[in-house]
């Protein structure tokens, strides 16, 4: 009917609404989706209880899909002479529709409205019974977060079928209380449906229910991976069943996942998306219990289900988000992220759609680099976590807040670093096992904690290591920043070895002279350098330059870009690699 009354066919869409409150004779009309209402809604005997409540103030409209013959019959009923009281419709497993010429009034009157059925809904014996028996007590705080740390990149591994998702854990009061509860079983309550048609596109029809004795951490992990794959055969033939010749089905990975004792996952596209099906999934649950307090839930048919995740008014608003950017979906995690190339590695990672974990020892420094990269790119886009490479514990600590906050990790980029010059007779043992513990042992760390998740999440990786060029040729008054150096480019060919059965490619981004915001270069580490080629400190700078073939000058956004090169499917088939971002110096050429 819309598009028929366009004066110009190449204008945005109208929304569905519009003709709702053009049938409503009032100048303001709220459509909202309460709890408390849709409880009423989408219990089985709905409009009597509705009817027992608001009486004639009250008109009902049984279900029907939003549209023309909706709002007409909403028109209707508010302009019917015959029910001069009526101040509200509910709409059957769907809402509630106000109006008022005031919009003051009309907003008072939905929110009275609302706590009429709050009150209401809460006098009822059902709702001291609903979910009220526990079947499975939640674990304790730090056992579930112990257990969800392992489990979420096995969640976002086996959901990410159609394109990487990213994973976010919930463990609310409310949802523990409804994953555990029995009489009537949160599973068999939870497959019914969606509590409202316009969660479906980001809940699905239905979650994935997995049931868990809070025992056998193994056994959760090989029946979350069958049971996922599960959802997806299923979803694959509710689609086939319903689906019209050009439809194209969506993700058949499940969007909600519930498990007794631990709590709920939620994925999507991103991070945003995850929180926004969390959210309508608390909202659900608090629906569905409404339901039960008065009798029993009831919901959409499946077909009917279908119709509305594949309404084609309901894509329509999916083709407004942007298009998805190189990265989208990924998780980057890098070392040395509050400065330098780490820090234009963040930017650059997180500009090209990745979710991205600023790691440093300098916290402070993180944070920063996360707020900007969060008021840049949106919320949860950036998160900084305190980690020195050289503690084991630090490092395991910094995956284990990546995979609670994300799912997982998909690039990995290991960059921490300092540097220091003296002659080998001038090289304390301290001082030596100083560089090896960050440029040697915290690589083996960061990389080995990576490792873990890959295999948990079985999509793959890369892993990149900024090295130097001071790894391939030597130099004097360095010998325990080169060799440690040397050493990272050959963990990196090791570890690529060891990665290929996992999908998981290393390569080595070789950088040389990156001063300007480089943190290696405090401490002296400009004025040895300079001494050590014979120039001034306050022409460093100059001097690198014009050693270089390309007489040129390299930056951190430079070395960031063949960071991103490593990290994307450019080079997917790319790994043991070894990539000079240096202008061009001729010993370090790779032979």
Known sequence: YLSQCLIGLNLPRQSIETLLHAFIPAAHTDHTHPDAVISLACSADGENWARKLYGERMAWVPYIRPGFTLSKWIGQAVRDASRPK????????????????????????????????????????????????????????DRRREIVAQILPVVRG???????????????????????????????????????????????????????????????????????????????????????????????????????????????????????????YHRAIAVMRGATALDRFVSLTEAESFAIEY????????????????????????????????????FRLAAEGAHVV??????????????EIVKKHGTKRGLAVACDVTNEAQVAEAFRQTALTYGGVDIVVSNAGLAASAPVTETSRA???????????G????????????????????LIFVASKNGLIGSKNAAAYNS?????????????????????????????????????????????????????PDQLEEAYRQRTTLKTNVYAEDVAEAILFFASDRSAKTTGGILNVDGGLVAAYVR
């Not at 029946?223 to 089905?249: G, I, W």
């Not at 790691?359 to 420094?365: I, K, Q, R």
């Not at 999908?503 to 290696?520: C, E, K, L």
């Open 431 to 441: 001082e030596w096992d100083r560089i090896y513990d960050v440029l040697a042992t």
């Open 484 to 536: 440690a150096k040397a050493a990272e480019i050959h963990l990196a060919r090791s570890l690529a070895e060891e990665g290929g059965a996992l999908g998981a490619r290393v390569n080595v981004v070789n950088p040389d002279a990156v001063v300007q915001g480089s943190g290696i270069w405090d401490a002296g580490w400009r004025e040895a350098r300079a001494k050590g080629m014979g120039v001034p």
């Open 358 to 371: 600023i790691a440093d020892v300098n916290a402070s420094g993180a944070e920063t680099v996360a707020a």
């Open 158 to 280: 086996a959901a990410s079928v159609a394109g990487r998702m990213v994973a976010r854990y919930d463990d609310s009061p409310d949802v523990l209380g409804f994953v555990g509860a029995d009489a009537p079983a949160a599973g068999a309550v939870a497959a019914v449906g969606a509590a409202c048609p316009d969660h479906l596109v980001h809940t699905k029809r239905i979650p994935l229910f997995v049931d868990w004795d809070g025992a056998n951490l193994q056994s959760l992990i090989s029946n979350l991976q069958s049971r996922v794959a599960q959802y997806v055969r299923d979803y694959e033939t509710y689609f086939h069943e319903h689906a019209a010749p050009n439809d194209k089905m969506g993700n058949p990975a499940p969007r909600v996942v519930l498990i007794p004792g631990l709590g709920m996952i939620t994925t999507g596209k991103d991070a945003a998306l995850a929180q926004v099906s969390a959210d309508l």
């Open 86 to 141: 009526v101040e509200c419709v509910v709409m059957g497993k769907h809402g509630l529709v106000t109006w008022d010429d005031d919009p003051r009034a009309c907003y008072d009157k939905t929110i009275r409205i609302i706590q009429e059925a709050e009150d209401f809904i809460a006098e009822q014996p059902g709702a001291r019974t609903a979910f009220a028996v526990t079947r499975a007590p939640a674990l304790a705080p």
């Open 443 to 462: 690589y083996f760390l960061v990389s080995r904690e990576a490792f873990k998740i890959w295999q948990a999440q079985g999509t793959g990786g890369s």
């Open 311 to 346: 309404w084609p008014l309901e894509l329509y608003k999916l083709t407004l988000r942007p298009p998805d950017r190189e990265l989208a979906g990924r998780i980057a995690f890098i070392t040395g992220g509050a400065s330098g190339i780490g820090r234009a590695a963040a």
